[in-house]
């Protein structure tokens, strides 16, 4: 069954258009990587999927049920997500934070129980945070930040993984670490939408890229489908050259310049 | 993560026990202490006064008004005085404190500003309308419980109004609702002011002053009754938001994709705060400080978690309070000076050296 599938979705804000009559669909133990320029509607497709955003036309089903008949703790035990902006300005300590993931599988009137512990423990192993435990949030980097939320998200126990620039503002030591784990984490049947900007990191991690342009779907498939030069030139309005790193096997994208620019003044 | 250490010692690291129910014994040792510590103080509060009765003949009151008898022989006059002037005094001014306390804290998290007070929603001054009012026009002469009803009025029309004019706003952020709640509480105090400066009546002024100086002077059981069931039920409800408020401190997003209908907790405890404070400022009048500078000390000092947030500024608020009231008796006798000005004495400058002191649960930005 399809985790999500969304047909001709819009969705308008302020009398803008954001995303246009958009259809995609993830199964299960994928990964998704979401490109685009700046401003292509990335962050509110994932915001849309997460249930915060609700879309103004279209159909949008969650495990074949629409979102709109969830309640918001029924949502948070499928979907977890992590926002852009992962600052904290509060001090709790990371497991006071990686255990209000729990929260969706609480009563009102419950607190945590030993079940909890045990599964924010967990999600603090998978993502290395657990030496952290005890630290407070707002002594942490940024790259423990995102990991810690990411725990947070993982001990919601979710099918569907929604992150929006996971790795934007990280060093390349965790770009590569948050990658790894998603990439560890599909393999065992969790969904993962990222929206990424680094191409190389995605067609090297992704399992499916969806490009989007302008709030639409201009190429969706395997990297190698998606990133060809002549695509890459109409979303970005760049000239790239695409070739395959013999050292990994991945597809590479290498930015060259402008429009033509660039063969008009290196090649002649 | 990617540390120096051997993978084996990150898997040491890593076995680490669960925690245990540690944090919940120390919560509930803490509200024990707090509750304890709230029974002294209510029972400092009423031996102390022009008439100064032994804590141990107090005490045996207090406890034979709870059911509890014991072989202490007091008299019949000592029993009048706490039972009868002081003791509904005090109660009025534990629950006030509790309202107001619990009501700051919630708020402050509601707003993730720890600045803000119960107030902010035009609670207070719309109560104070109501009141001022009622002297204004006269109504208070027809029946004892006019001043308190339409100040209560009061609270509640201008809550409303200033959620409704939110809902209809384009952005319906957290921070309109602040910017809404600043202009009409402005408006609210010029009200005010047009009725002080057209009274006539020199009594009818220095009513409306002391009014909205906050006072729990001539306070009966009868006042008691009246606030005790929608301050403990909004305390007991509002009790059952902590997670959610946690939670919304790390910001909308994040506690929407974790489970919070954010927006309907938000009403719901805007709802209740404006429940308690309308309660609390109907019997009182105004009485700033408390619910500011008590959630603020308690967060100082324990840090954010609203857990335990929530029932110790409730608490908190009570202690303080009843203190801050004994003062107010006792510091100019036979003057006595209006509560609210209390709190304000002793609430400002604590509040600075707190704030100095440190940092810990504030906004690190």
Redesign the interface.
């Known amino acids: 069954m399809n985790i999500v599938a969304a047909e001709k979705i819009s969705i308008w804000i302020d009398g803008c258009p954001i995303l246009r009559e958009l259809s995609f669909s993830a199964q299960a133990g994928e990964f998704i990587g979401l490109i685009g320029p700046n401003g292509s509607g990335k962050s509110t497709l994932l915001r849309m999927v997460a249930g915060l955003t609700p879309p103004s036309s279209g159909q949008l089903k969650i495990l074949g049920r629409p979102i709109a008949e969830y309640k918001s703790k029924q949502l948070a035990r499928i979907i977890g997500y992590v926002p852009q902006d992962t600052s904290i300005d509060f001090d709790f300590s990371v497991r006071e934070i990686v255990l209000m993931g729990r929260h969706p599988h609480l009563s009102r009137f419950g607190s945590e129980r030993q079940l909890d512990r045990i599964m924010a423990q967990k999600a603090m192993q998978q993502t290395t945070t657990l030496h952290l435990a005890d630290r407070m949030a707002t002594t942490l980097s940024g790259g423990q930040r995102q990991m810690v939320l990411i725990a947070k998200a993982l001990a919601q126990d979710p099918q569907l993984l929604l992150l929006d620039e996971p790795i934007s503002a990280l060093d390349i030591r965790y770009q590569l670490y948050v990658l790894e784990l998603m990439r560890k984490l599909t393999g065992k049947g969790i969904t993962a939408m990222a929206a990424l900007h680094d191409l190389n990191l995605a067609a090297r991690f992704c399992d499916r890229l969806v490009l989007l342009h302008q709030g639409e779907i201009l190429s969706m498939g395997k990297p190698d489908e998606v990133l060809t030069p002549d695509i890459i030139q109409k979303a970005y309005d760049v000239h790239a050259n695409v070739s395959i790193d013999p050292l990994l096997g991945a597809l590479t994208v290498t930015a060259l310049g402008e429009r033509n620019d660039f063969t008009h003044h290196n090649f002649h | 993560?990617?540390s120096a250490q051997s993978p084996s010692e990150?898997l040491a690291?890593?076995e680490?026990p669960?925690?245990n129910k540690q944090g919940?014994h120390c919560f509930l040792f803490s509200m024990i202490g707090l509750c304890l510590a709230l029974f002294a103080v209510i029972v400092f509060a009423s031996s102390v006064g022009p008439v100064p009765i032994p804590f141990e003949q107090t005490i045996a009151i207090i406890l034979g008004k709870l059911g509890v008898h014991m072989e202490t022989n007091f008299t019949e006059r000592e029993l009048l005085v706490i039972s009868e002037v002081r003791l509904p005094r005090i109660l009025v001014g534990a629950l006030i404190g509790a309202a107001l306390g619990i009501s700051g804290a919630a708020m402050q998290g509601v707003f993730?500003n720890p600045l803000v007070e119960p107030g902010y929603v035009g609670v207070s001054s719309g109560a104070a309308v109501g009141a001022v009012c009622a002297l204004f026009f006269g109504w208070s002469q027809f029946s004892l419980w006019a001043l308190p009803l339409s100040a209560f009025m009061g609270a509640v029309l201008a809550v409303i109004v200033i959620l409704a004019v939110w809902r209809g706003s384009r952005s319906r952020s957290i921070a309109t609702l602040l910017l809404l709640g600043i202009g009409i509480n402005s408006l609210l105090s010029a009200l005010i002011n047009i009725m002080m400066a057209s009274s006539t009546n020199d009594q009818e002024l220095r009513s409306i002053i002391f009014w909205l100086q906050g006072g729990l002077e001539a306070r009966t059981w009868e006042h008691v009754q009246l606030i005790i069931l929608p301050i403990l039920a909004g305390c007991l409800i509002t009790l059952?938001f902590g997670?959610h408020l946690?939670?919304m401190?790390?910001?909308d997003?994040?506690a929407?994709?974790?489970?919070?209908?954010v927006r309907r907790t938000r009403y719901i405890l805007l709802a209740l705060a404006s429940l308690m404070t309308g309660s609390a400022v109907a019997v009182s009048g105004i009485i700033g400080f408390v619910g500011l500078v008590v959630p603020h000390m308690i967060r100082l000092l324990t840090?954010?978690?609203h857990?335990f947030l929530l029932p110790a500024s409730a608490f908190g608020g009570a202690i303080f309070l009843v203190l801050a009231d004994v003062v107010s008796r006792m510091v100019l006798q036979p003057v006595t000076l209006q509560v609210g000005v209390v709190c304000a004495c002793i609430g400002a400058p604590l509040f600075i050296a707190l704030i100095l002191r440190s940092r810990?649960?504030g906004?690190?930005?």
Do not use: C, W
């Open positions: 993560m990617y990150r690291r890593e680490m669960l925690p919940f993730r059952l997670r946690n939670m401190l790390l910001g997003d994040q929407a994709s974790s489970g919070v209908n840090g954010p978690d857990r810990k649960g906004r690190t930005t």
